[in-house]
């Protein structure tokens, strides 16, 4: 079992910049950590989950989507079992709840059937 912990999120004001962090944990210390498809989702009231950004562990490829390209970065920090989002140039439409994902089968994980495990997100809101 894997567990996958968010936090970072918050309220800010248009414009504004935040981080979220997920702190990976569970079986996926006994493995290699450098072969998974790790991701952020987000979901606004009424509307699908949906891709955000998604990197390959073991380094080399990142994908976004295009309505936060150019101001949200993926990154991850291996040795910490981290993933990161930073967040600039925050708009209104950026709100919603923020999930952290793995797929912990070989492949990528841009949309939410790709995903085997999710983590309990955590809640951006952005002010106009």
């Known amino acids: 079992q894997v567990q996958l912990a968010e936090s970072g999120g918050g309220s800010v004001q248009a414009g504004g910049s935040l981080r979220l962090s997920c702190a990976a944990s569970?079986?996926?210390?006994?493995?290699?950590?450098?072969?998974?498809?790790m991701g952020w989702f987000r979901q606004a009231p009424g509307k699908e989950r949906e891709g955000v950004a998604t990197?390959?562990?073991?380094?080399?490829?990142?994908y976004y989507a295009d309505s936060i390209k150019g101001r949200f970065t993926i990154s991850q920090d291996a040795a910490k079992r981290t993933l990161y989002l930073q967040m600039t140039r925050l708009e209104p439409e950026d709100t919603a709840k923020y999930y952290c994902?793995?797929?912990?089968?070989?492949?990528?994980?841009?949309?939410?059937?790709?995903?085997?495990?999710w983590g309990q997100g955590t809640q951006v809101t952005v002010s106009s």
């Open positions: 990197i390959w562990t073991g380094g080399g490829y990142t």
């Open positions: 994902a793995l797929r912990y089968s070989s492949g990528g994980c841009r949309t939410p059937k790709d995903v085997d495990f």
């Open positions: 569970g079986y996926i210390y006994s493995s290699s950590y450098d072969r998974y498809c």
